[in-house]
């Protein structure tokens, strides 16, 4: 069965959302706390969000729904707090003129940074209950962040990242032995890593961050979109396409409105969408989301519904 996802922020989701999402046809419902510096603050705000009676209720409703209900969120500064610093600073990443910094990300040739993140992704994925066995629990929100001590600096982005995420499936296994976490092939770590091979339970979500939303992802003749796919293939190659996931931007209306309230309007180009869709599954994705932020109750208020539905379809098709 393909899996078509719709992710919101925590504080959006809401029952015209559930309704909307089911009626498109959807049956993946992801949830975001909002990315960039503050993704650790807002991370935390979800794991208060879903304790919350309403939440509960919400869940309850999307799992009779068949929805399966999934995290995605920036939580490398929340898995590894700032405070750990003064106390254990080589956990933390260097910068380029050789000094530790505590602001994001890690060191990932340090075996107790590993060890570190490891449990605290257990712990977090047993906070976040859901019911589904996906997780995607993402490094910083930050580009050009990674370490450069003499062990990680000939490693990329892409390499740490997945250091990293191995570490993490481990550890969230311990917990749900079906468990598999993404790694995300976003910003610095679009590109395929070169030295590093994907533990058991590790999957490819592939977030074209940088592409023009109003050309088509393969139209060769967008620069972009050229450098966004370059590495597609290649990745696809290493990580297989079994459970890989599209993470897209055809319905992110934060992104639409420079990330500021209130919403813009936001029509869905359609065309654009079905050309992207038609050639993710000719790749061999089987899992296509797209972020659908800033559509909850501001913007209805506003503009009426969003075009979940016109996105239900096109999915489908």
């Not at 209900?69 to 933390?92: G, N, Q």
Request: with cysteine; glycine share 4%.
């Amino acid at each position: 069965m393909s899996r078509r996802g719709i992710i919101v922020h925590p504080h959006e989701l809401d029952d015209i959302w559930a309704e909307e999402a089911q009626s498109a046809n959807l049956n993946v419902l992801g949830l975001h706390p909002v990315g960039g510096p503050d993704a650790h603050l807002t991370l935390e705000s979800a794991i208060h969000f879903h304790l919350l009676p309403e939440s509960k209720r919400l869940f309850k409703k999307l799992d009779k729904m068949g929805m399966q209900v999934e995290y995605e969120a920036h939580a490398m500064r929340w898995l590894l707090p700032e405070d750990v610093f003064a106390s254990a600073p080589s956990l933390f990443r260097m910068d380029e003129q050789g000094n530790r910094q505590k602001d994001y990300n890690l060191c990932v040739s340090n075996p107790d940074a590993l060890r570190f993140i490891a449990k605290r992704a257990e712990h977090l994925a047993r906070m976040l209950t859901v019911n589904s066995d996906n997780y995607f629990f993402w490094l910083d929100d930050v580009p050009g962040i990674r370490c450069h001590c003499e062990k990680c600096r000939a490693l990329s982005a892409s390499d740490q990242q997945l250091i990293a995420v191995n570490a993490m499936v481990k550890g969230i296994r311990r917990y749900n032995r079906n468990a598999r976490l993404c790694y995300l092939a976003y910003m610095d770590a679009i590109h395929c890593p070169q030295k590093v091979a994907p533990a058991n339970g590790v999957f490819l979500e592939y977030a074209p961050f940088y592409r023009d939303s109003h050309r088509p992802l393969f139209d060769e003749t967008c620069e972009k979109n050229v450098r966004e796919v370059a590495a597609l293939r290649d990745l696809l190659s290493l990580f297989g396409t079994q459970h890989a996931q599209v993470l897209e931007y055809w319905m992110d209306n934060s992104r639409f409105s420079n990330w500021t309230r209130p919403p813009k309007y936001m029509p869905l180009d359609e065309a654009v969408m079905a050309q992207d869709v038609q050639a993710y599954r000719a790749l061999g994705f089987a899992s296509i989301t797209s972020f659908g932020c800033y559509l909850g109750a501001d913007y209805r208020e506003l503009y009426g519904k969003a075009p979940v539905a016109a996105y239900g379809r096109l999915l489908a098709e």
